[in-house]
């Protein structure tokens, strides 16, 4: 494959499976860094474990990675919402079949909850039917509400003209519930973790309306609508000033934004790894946080596309366009690892290792999965879970196994 050929067998654009391999690594490090939990712990649990390799984990973690890659796993979402409808004229059936997917999805979503609580794919579901009430907005008003959506502004401007009670530390999210999960994560048996997950769905809305994640994660969905509409991805080539100008952008805007969290840092204004800040600027440093989160996830996306352009970098990033292709089946595997490695009713490891320990774990299972896709893709013509969900879709199960050249399902939308 040449400079600028991005599109693998049949109508799949390869980008986006690599795109979406490099999303689930980034999840793969949020969920292992802190024991595969799924909702908040106590505050001084994150700082158990001292010293530079844990803070380095931890830094990276904080700067990189949170709130970072799920961002792009929910700009491919919105972008396969476009694809869905693109490939099919007959609107009324599509949008039927789009809404039963969508329920099929929030079954998932449920049944992976009640396992573990930090579970997106429920909410997801629901958000996706909601953006079919946005289908013929208006591309700049479409680009302008994901634009503020994806900063958090929302929240932002619901805390500056109702600011909480001042102190200098930042609260953690429900510290009741905070502790109570964390004694169901250290001792709860399999039973234990199945009810109270169950019955853990008010706090979890909670928390994705207070913090404003699941505003942001819709502004995602609306952001891959307007780049599908635009049809940014099906030939970069003929778009890359858009993706220049993006990634230009957003680099100087991370630059700039780390630039002042340090100069903060330096004089004081931010105590780490406490995470303190001074009173009055508690509110600029959330706002300046969720804009840095924002800019860094566009220049991951436009970064990674036009990096995928060029032979040397295709060769080394290649190999997550299988994990791409089986997104689905990989993120609920993911589960399926953490939870056997931290949990009692596992090898029960649970706060008894540290921070980049877990990282080298992290490695262990993202080179596991990497090669189970390789492996399973060379004989089989979708992920497990891919196949079972566009089956069920349709009311039709095409061969699993390979026969000859055949297209392949992706995580979101056809």
């Given at each position: ?9 049949g ?5 986006l ?10 999840i ?11 909702a908040?712990?106590?505050?001084e649990?994150?700082f158990?474990?001292d ?6 984990a ?17 700009f ?7 694809l ?11 949008i ?10 929030f079954?998932i ?19 996706g039917?909601?953006?079919?009430f ?17 900063i958090?502004?929302?929240v932002?401007?619901l805390?500056l ?19 109570k ?10 039973l234990n ?9 008010p706090a ?17 969905f ?17 778009n ?15 630059l ?40 860094l ?5 436009s ?15 290649r190999?997550?366009?299988?994990m ?9 595997l ?12 596992g ?5 008894k ?13 993202f ?28 009311f ?7 026969q ?11």
């Amino acid at each position: 494959m040449g400079k600028g050929s991005l599109t693998s067998s049949g109508d799949r654009i390869e980008i986006l499976d690599v795109l979406r391999g490099f999303a689930l690594a980034g999840i793969l490090y949020a969920h292992m860094v802190f024991w595969y939990t799924g909702a908040a712990l106590p505050p001084e649990v994150y700082f158990k474990y001292d010293g530079f390799a844990n803070n380095v984990a931890m830094a990276i973690f904080g700067a990189i990675v949170f709130g970072k890659f799920f961002s792009v796993f929910s700009f491919l979402f919105g972008l396969g919402f476009y694809l869905h409808f693109r490939k099919d004229r007959s609107k009324g059936r599509n949008i039927k079949v789009y809404i039963w997917r969508m329920f099929l999805l929030f079954l998932i979503g449920i049944l992976h909850h009640t396992i573990w609580r930090g579970d997106i794919l429920a909410i997801y579901a629901v958000l996706g039917v909601l953006l079919l009430f946005f289908r013929r907005m208006p591309d700049k008003l479409l680009l302008l509400i994901s634009l503020l959506l994806i900063i958090n502004l929302p929240v932002h401007l619901l805390g500056l003209f109702n600011p909480p009670d001042p102190g200098a530390e930042i609260n953690f999210p429900m510290a009741a519930e905070a502790r109570k999960y964390y004694a169901l994560v250290k001792d709860g048996d399999l039973l234990n973790v199945l009810a109270e997950n169950t019955g853990s769905w008010p706090a979890k809305i909670a928390y994705q309306l207070e913090s404003g994640r699941m505003l942001m994660t819709f502004g995602y969905f609306l952001l891959g609508f307007f780049a599908g509409r635009k049809q940014l991805f099906s030939n970069i080539e003929k778009n890359l000033s858009e993706f220049k100008t993006w990634n230009s952008i957003t680099k100087r805007s991370v630059l700039s934004l780390l630039s002042i969290g340090l100069f903060m840092y330096i004089f004081g204004y931010v105590t780490l790894p406490k995470l303190t800040v001074v009173p009055p600027l508690k509110w600029l440093a959330g706002f300046l946080f969720s804009v840095y989160n924002a800019c860094l996830t566009i220049f991951y996306i436009s970064g990674i596309s036009l990096l995928f352009r060029q032979k040397y970098f295709q060769n080394i990033l290649r190999p997550l366009a299988a994990m791409g292709r089986m997104a689905l089946t990989n993120y609920l595997l993911q589960t399926v690892f953490g939870l056997l490695i931290f949990y009692k009713f596992g090898l029960g490891l649970f706060d008894k290792t540290s921070p980049s320990i877990n990282i080298l774990l992290a490695i262990v299972v993202f080179y596991l999965q990497l090669k189970f896709s390789q492996v399973w893709l060379r004989h089989f013509n979708q992920g497990p879970v891919e196949w079972l969900w566009k089956g069920l879709s349709y009311f039709r199960f095409s061969p699993l196994k390979k026969q000859k050249t055949e297209k392949n399902d992706s995580f979101i939308s056809r």
